[in-house]
């Protein structure tokens, strides 16, 4: 029973009793533009009051990594009740449903062509908007952890270095793999092992700084990508993954059970300038790990 001041006087209060929660209240959606070809494809862009500019240019609110596409390629913006597209000068003119517009007014299902991208426009409370956000979940995150997925966690981890090796910024790439996990599976079987795996995934997400990037790359294997982060610092953060993991009590098929992590880490470097060179220098870090006896960080050579 709710009662708020001034509602009702006590006598005129009845009580009522909820047999089913009733209809699931829809939830209002924001207008939105998708990426639903090329480039960003599933990538997408709320759009509130404020306006969103598409572009190359990571300094963008949605970032369309392609050399087809402006620094600052368009904006949307607030028109009323709706939106508008304005083009901001792009070399390759936005197309608004396949004809040039330099400023036009959206509706819902609108295509926008930018660059060799087509972003479609979504309008408000549009079932569709959730739709897309499903899609690029089930297509981006891995079910059991809701971490990365390993395809697009080489797609982030590419644009990463892209970025790192431009600007000269350190970076560091990890693979936390889990010790003797062939075991828990043994012993509590595959079901326990899947909770494990939930777990340490939950435990690594807690520990992660905005811009640190988490997968899962592997069964047992994850997968960290730290910009802006020397082999030190990371080190540091490795460390301390390693202790949270060692520390938390697992308790597969019932039974409490110790269960830890190895770690090898490898920094980004001129003449290890790619994804699967940072990987397989992470990897041999790894191996060192195992074979230094487990529940332990090692760096690359
Ligand atoms: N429960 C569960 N187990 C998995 C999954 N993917 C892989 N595994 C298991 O992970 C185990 C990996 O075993 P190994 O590669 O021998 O390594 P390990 O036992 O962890 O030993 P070290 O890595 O040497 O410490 C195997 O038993 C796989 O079946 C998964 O999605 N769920």
């Given amino acids: 029973m709710v009662r708020r001041d001034g509602d009702h006087e006590p006598d ?84 608004l449903n396949d004809r040039p517009a330099a400023c036009a007014p959206l509706a819902d299902g609108d295509h926008v062509t930018v660059g060799e991208s087509i972003l479609k426009f979504i309008g408000q409370e549009s079932v569709e908007a959730r739709y897309h956000e499903e899609v690029y979940q089930l297509a981006t995150h891995d079910a059991l952890t809701n971490l990365h997925n390993r395809r697009h966690f080489v797609e982030l981890a590419d644009k990463e270095i892209a970025r790192a090796l431009r600007h000269g910024r350190p970076l560091t790439l990890g693979i936390v793999d889990i010790d003797l996990f062939k075991e828990v599976n043994d012993r509590h079987g595959h079901i326990a092992g899947d909770g494990v795996l939930r777990e340490i995934g939950a435990v690594l997400r807690q520990h992660l700084r905005g811009g640190d990037i988490a997968a899962r790359v592997g ?64 990897d041999a870090a790894l191996y060192r790990a195992k074979d230094g006896g487990r529940n332990r960080v090692e760096l690359e050579h």
């Fill in 12 to 95: 005129q209060i009845t009580e009522r009793t909820r047999l089913s929660p009733g209809p699931e209240q829809p939830t209002l959606r924001p207008a939105c533009v998708v990426v639903i070809h090329g480039e960003g494809l599933g990538r997408r862009a709320d759009l509130g009051d404020d306006p969103v500019t598409v572009g190359r240019s990571r300094e963008t609110d949605l970032c369309i990594d392609h050399p087809s596409v402006s620094r600052a390629h368009c904006r949307i913006e607030r028109d009323g009740d709706g939106y508008r597209l304005v083009d901001l000068g792009a070399t390759n003119p936005i197309l």
């Fill in 219 to 282: 069964g047992e294997e994850f997968a960290i990508l730290l910009p802006e982060c020397a082999l030190e610092p990371a080190a540091r953060f490795a460390e301390r993954l390693r202790a949270a993991v060692a520390s938390t009590r697992f308790e597969p098929g019932g039974e409490a059970r110790r269960i830890t992590v190895s770690t090898g880490l490898a920094q980004l470097r001129p003449d290890r300038d790619s994804f699967s060179l940072l990987m397989r220098a992470a």
